[in-house]
């Protein structure tokens, strides 16, 4: 963080909704060190506590338990609050596929109530977290900010919505907002557990427990995977801003980097055979295609490098390795 953007957020007050997962939980982190208020809004739904409890003591920090749901909680939590990175959602295509009525809720409706909610506390500007699923159908590579497809999964419906009430509040309420389509996150703290866990945490887990990684699919499918670092770069960049012209509109949030599913998990065996070499002998194994899957994701960074100053440290190799430093101490902990 620079100098300038300390000074910016100094005596602010940000919350992150979702602070107690994943992305969220890295966010906490970074203003903590930095000696910025937060306040964490979570309702533990996939958040978890592990990934925020050095946090707790910290007197800069405060915890409040509620749902997003709830416009009660999404008040109380804006209370005095300057900015707000809101992360809290349900994530996960197939989860979406499953039950779209639950993710319609956290996602449409929580996010109206937290719109809401900071818009009549005074909030200064509300950066949310958007998707790359929003490009749906879109075939075109690679991926641009003005230009998407039918979107494929309700998980997908969602996060457009998302998008089109941040610029309907702008232009009734004056109210500032920037929107980040993620492009495949991963980094420290990702859960590698359950039904819809990621990709990167889920193979790294079974490479070390010397199970196989399924691959949906022939492995061609690929994705621009993003390192956490990258992410909370921009989120810091969006909350800072001074360009009147960076505000109200989307953003991608990416490397600018192409990787099938074979080149990642060739990767990961690669690196995680470094630390055990029977790794090197896990066989890869392959089943169908998922519904709502799109078959390939790269995106421009361009814009966000024009009017963010945005400017990522980590392709997948470095982000890789930092990633699989993390997991294999922790999850070695864990056996």
């Known amino acids: ?84 990175l809101h992360q809290a959602a349900l994530g996960s295509v197939p989860r979406s596929i499953k039950d779209p009525i639950t993710t319609n809720d956290v996602n449409v409706s929580g996010f109206l109530n937290i719109l809401v909610a900071a818009r009549d506390a005074g909030v200064k500007r509300f950066v949310y977290a958007a998707s790359s699923s929003t490009y749906g159908d879109h075939e075109a590579l690679p991926k641009v900010e003005e230009t998407i497809g039918k979107p494929l999964s309700p998980y997908a419906i969602t996060k457009y919505v998302n998008e089109l009430y941040a610029d309907v509040f702008h232009t009734t309420y004056n109210f500032d907002t920037i929107g980040l389509r993620y492009f495949n996150v991963f980094g420290k703290r990702q859960d590698p557990n359950g039904a819809y866990a990621a990709v990167i945490p889920k193979f790294i887990q079974q490479f070390i427990n010397h199970e196989s990684p399924i691959i949906n699919g022939d492995g061609s499918y690929s994705r621009d995977f993003t390192y956490i670092d990258n992410v909370i770069q921009i989120n810091i960049n969006a909350l800072t801003t001074s360009n009147k012209d960076a505000l109200n509109t989307i953003y991608n949030v990416a490397f600018g980097e192409e990787t099938t599913l074979l ?4 990767l990961l065996k690669s690196y995680l055979s470094e630390f055990d070499s029977e790794i090197n002998n896990v ?18 960074i361009e ?33």
């Open 283 to 300: 066989e890869i194994k392959h089943t169908t295609n998922r519904a709502g899957d799109i078959p390939h994701s790269l995106a421009s």
């Open 263 to 266: 080149e990642l998990t060739s």
């Open 1 to 84: 963080m620079t100098e300038q953007q300390l000074e910016i957020l100094n005596n602010k007050r940000i919350l992150i909704t979702g602070g107690a997962g994943f992305i969220g939980s890295n966010l906490c982190e970074t203003l903590l060190i930095n000696n910025i208020q937060v306040v964490c809004l979570d309702n533990f739904s996939s958040g978890k506590l592990e990934n925020i409890e050095p946090f707790l003591k910290n007197k800069l920090f405060k915890l409040i338990k509620g749902d997003i749901r709830n416009l009660e909680d999404c008040k109380a939590a804006c209370n005095n609050i300057d900015y707000v």
């Open 303 to 335: 814009k966000a490098k024009k009017l963010l100053n945005y400017h990522p440290n980590y392709n997948i190799k470095n982000g890789l390795k930092e990633a699989i430093n993390w997991y294999w101490e922790n999850l070695k902990k864990q056996k």
